[in-house]
Structure formats: C-alpha cells, structure tokens
C-alpha cells in the first residue's frame, strides 16, 4: 500500500479527527456513549457506511452534475443507511432498539456529507474508500473512549461485566457517578477529550 | 391540555440540543454571534414546523403497515421519504424566499441549505414516528405542535449559547481550550441546568 494511501487511513485517527478537529458528526455521536457495545455498532455502522458512500460518489462524480449532487448524494447515503438497519435488525435486535432513531441520523451525520463533498468528489475510488474507513475509524474511536469512562463510572461495569463489584468496591463505600449516565456528561467528556488533545497537538490551539 | 404539555416537554424537557444533541454540528459552527443564531433558529423553526406535519401525512397514510395497500409495510422506507421531503422542502422555501422577499433571503440564504442536513430536523421527524408508535401524538395538529416546539426549544439554545459566547471573548481560557473545547463544556453545564425541567407535567 503506497504511504499517501495510508494516510488517508491514520490522519482521521487523530491529527484530522472528525469529532473533535473537524467539529463533524457530533449530532448522533454522543447519545449512543452510555454503555460501549451500542457505542461500537453505531461506529461500525458509520464506518461503513461512510467508506462505501465515498466509493460510490467516488464512482459517480465525472457523471453527476454539480447542481444535483446534493440529492444525488443524499440518496446514495439513504439506500446505505437503510440496508444497515435492516443488517442490525435482523442480526442485532437489541442493540439496534437501543440505537433507536439514532441509526437513521446517519443519513444526516456530517462525516459522511463531508467527507463525500471534501474528499471522495476529487479523488479515486480507492483512496476515498481508505478516507471513509479511516474516518468511520476516527469516529468510532472517541465513541469508545467515551463511552469508556460513562458506562465505568456511572454503572460501575464494562459491556455489561460488572466489573467494580468485582473488584469488591462497593463495600469499601464507593457509589455509581449518576450524573455520568445523563446527556450533558457526554458533552464535558468530549470537551475534556479535545482540550487533552489539543494541549499535545499545539498547532491545532485557536489563537 | 395534553397538547400544552407536548408543547412544554419539547421545548424545555426533550429539547433537541440539551436532552438529544440534535443539530450540534451546526450549533456549535454559527453560535458565534446572536444575530446569525438568531437567523439560523428561525429559519429551523420554520422548516420544522412545516416538515413534522408534512412527514407525519406521509408516514400515516404512506408508509404506515396496511396504509397505502393491504398487507403492505413500506415503514422501512421512511429514511429516504423523511429526507427527500426535507431536501426539497428546503429547496422549495429557499426558492420561494429569494423570489419574493429578497432581504429576507439575504438574511437566511447561507442557512437554508445547511438546514437539509442538520439532525435536528431529521430527528423531530424520526422522533415523531416514534411518538406516534407511543401514541403521543394523536392528529395532525399535535404533529405541528411538536414540530413547533422542538424548533423553537433549538432556537432557544442556540441563542443563549451565542450570547454566552459572545461575552467568553473577554474570559481567560487556557489555549488548548479555546473554540470548540470550552462550548462542548459549556453546552454540558447548560444541559444539567435544563434537566430541572424533567418530570415537569402539566
């Protein structure tokens, strides 16, 4: 793989992120972090869906005119959202009742109109692919890492493992941070994230 | 009364940015003055309001099991439906405006596009599909209320962030927080002090 090709993939991860460098796709990225495994089908879905939408309007783009794109784009991220709803439920039943309304704001998630009308309308099918992946990837990433810290400190368990009774906390007088469960923590986490993030990566501070 | 209450509880209770993170990409892009805030959240008040309703005719006697055709399901087209509606409602009143009030269009032009794909309208539509499947709303009149409501509950918190950013300019944040670092925080406090509207009932 030529190392231009591989950066479309690692850039996303970090220096280019689209949660907390590019600001994109915070909408439904934040309401699926109460507990990590919804927090990882909604990243892979997104993945997915943003890596095939790039090929597909990588394909297109000498055939689409300019004035229609929009919708031209709008379907071709339609159709992908609705096939991997119906992947999750049939094959993810609960999770995909725990995602609720949150799998069909894909279509409307920034990432994907973005990264299509950035990238995927100037360059070849193959490295839009790779940009969507790495993008899907980015993503998912600061889906999990929030995800992390809201389902161990507010219910004390990883997937579900109830992993500080395990550890026998509670009788040494430790209780669950509520707060974390409800919408707000989700957002001072994030702001925590990108303020951590940008103390390392200093060319990205606003002046 | 129960639609009072639907009115209240989109607004303040399930407000879309405090309570769902709808619309957050552009809230947190154009909350840097209050006249463009101001704008903007008119212009999404309008477009919600006009296509709940809209979406709401078409999934009940579109896409609702048995509605258009005996032993049909079309529900899990309405992804695309809900948003082609949206895009070209949002073509529509953006071509309807330039035509006839010109300074209006001026004001909101740069806006009306960027409203097709912001979440927050996508999602009162999907909201209220579910709210329908809930039984919370009933007719074609509580559709608008809703729509109405969770509009303006986007308004609302777009306004008072733009003004909360407006004076952060004179404030000492460390650099690497500077942007959009300290409105993620600030929009967390904001969402703690909004959930003392939970629970309210009318």
């Known amino acids: 793989m030529a190392s231009k090709s591989l950066k479309n993939l690692t850039a996303p991860l970090s220096g280019n992120n689209p949660v907390i460098v590019q600001i994109l796709g915070i909408c439904s990225a934040l309401a699926v972090t109460v507990q990590l495994k919804p927090a990882i089908v909604m990243g892979l879905s997104v993945m997915v869906v943003t890596a095939f939408a790039n090929l597909v309007m990588s394909l297109l783009r000498k055939g689409v005119p300019s004035r229609i794109r929009i919708i031209v784009q709008l379907v071709v991220i339609a159709a992908l959202v609705i096939l991997v709803d119906q992947v999750l439920k049939a094959f993810v ?24 009308e950035a990238f995927a309308l100037q360059n070849k099918p193959w490295d839009s692919f790779l940009d969507g992946i790495g993008n899907g990837a980015g993503y998912g990433l600061i889906l999990v890492i929030v995800a992390f810290f809201r389902e161990l400190l507010g219910s004390g368990s990883l997937f579900g493992y109830p992993i500080f009774e395990k550890l026998g906390l509670y009788e040494l007088g430790y209780a669950n941070c509520g707060l974390m469960l409800f919408p707000p923590m989700a957002l001072i986490i994030v702001g925590c994230i990108i303020w951590i993030h940008r103390t390392i990566n200093t060319n990205l501070q606003e002046k | 009364m129960e639609t009072l209450n639907l009115f209240i509880r989109s607004i303040f209770i399930d407000n879309m940015v405090f309570a769902f993170f709808f619309g957050m990409c552009s809230y947190i892009a154009v909350s840097k003055s209050v006249k463009t805030a101001l704008g903007l959240g008119l212009a999404v008040t309008f477009v919600q309001t006009m296509t709940v309703p809209l979406n709401y005719l078409l999934n009940e006697y579109v896409l609702a099991p048995n509605a258009l055709v005996e032993g049909v399901d079309l529900s899990f087209l309405s992804f695309i439906v809900f948003i082609a509606v949206i895009a070209a409602f949002v073509q529509l009143v953006e071509m309807i405006v330039e035509k006839f009030s010109p300074t209006l269009y001026n004001q909101l032009g740069i806006f009306l596009p960027l409203i097709a794909v912001n979440c927050a309208i996508m999602g009162g539509s999907l909201f209220m599909q579910q709210m329908v499947g809930a039984g919370e709303i009933r007719n074609v009149g509580e559709s608008v209320v809703y729509g109405l409501g969770s509009g303006l509950g986007w308004w609302l918190a777009i306004v008072m962030m733009a003004a909360i950013r407006e004076r952060l300019a004179y404030s000492h944040i460390p650099a690497a927080l500077k942007g959009p670092g300290i409105a993620f925080i600030i929009t967390g406090l904001m969402g703690i002090a909004f959930m003392i509207f939970s629970g309210i009932q009318l």
């Open chain 1, 93 to 116: 039943y609960d999770v995909s009742k725990q995602l609720s309304v949150y799998v069909g704001l894909i279509i409307t998630n920034c990432i994907v109109m973005g990264r299509v």
